[in-house]
């Protein structure tokens, strides 16, 4: 079965500082994943998506991704982080046919000035 | 881009009522769509995949018979909340894939009173 974990509930970060937010997966083939943002009382915007090649995965807002499959992880990163960044983050899996979509529990940011 | 339509967006129901939510892809054929529970400041909870012209795949502890999917055409998915009651109050949110990117409707915030 598939699932997805998040294990950091809530992070605060200072302004301009460094940001990594993890995202643990299992699944048994190459999985699809995506990072979302969702600010309050918003909807989901995507970031970014990996499907396959460089593990390296460029978003946007200054995000990026890497996958690596011996961790079983897909960490998002932004080196300098903005107040404007605050939000929910979720991380998601997709099956290789689409058929299943999961979500991560999400990581709350909180951006001190 | 591809468009996601979810109505209504929000629904106020007695408890005991049954309450419908349509799905609708706008501009492309969906053969797959997911339907999502989302609660307070936390995340998306994958209910049931929707297939059309087939059964829906429910989620572990998901009941199906309280939770009626229907998705009889490539472009329409709904969900029925059979005999709602407070518990079931709650905001869902469908989605689907064009190609590799997913799309989400606006959500339905459901109140049971």
């Known amino acids: 079965a598939q699932s997805v974990t998040q294990p950091d509930i809530h992070i605060t970060v200072s302004e301009g500082a460094s940001l990594e937010l993890r995202c643990n997966y299992s699944y048994g083939a190459t999985p699809y994943l995506f990072w979302y943002v969702q600010s309050p009382g918003q909807g989901l915007q995507l970031l970014l998506k990996?499907?396959?090649?460089?593990?390296l995965v460029q978003g946007i807002k200054g995000f990026e991704a890497e996958f690596k499959r011996s961790q079983s992880s897909f960490n998002l990163r932004k080196p300098s982080v903005h107040w404007s960044d605050a939000a929910e983050y979720f991380c998601?899996?997709?099956?290789?046919?689409?058929?299943?979509?999961?979500f991560g529990s999400g990581t709350k940011l909180n951006v001190k000035p | 881009g591809a468009v996601v339509s979810q109505h209504p967006s929000r629904v106020i129901c007695k408890s005991g009522t049954s309450v419908k939510i349509e799905c609708r892809s706008l501009d492309f054929q969906a053969t797959t769509m997911f339907w999502y529970r989302q609660f307070p400041k936390q995340s998306l909870m994958l209910m049931a995949t929707s297939n059309e012209g087939s059964k829906a795949t429910y989620e572990q502890g998901v009941e199906k018979d309280k939770f009626l999917i229907n998705h009889a055409s490539l472009t329409l998915s709904t969900l029925t909340v059979t005999s709602a009651h407070p518990e079931d109050s709650s905001f869902y949110i469908c989605s689907a894939f064009d190609r590799t990117e997913a799309f989400f409707g606006q959500g339905t915030r459901l109140t049971v009173v």
């Open positions: 998601a899996v997709g099956s290789y046919n689409f058929n299943k979509f999961y």
């Open positions: 990996y499907f396959s090649g460089d593990t």
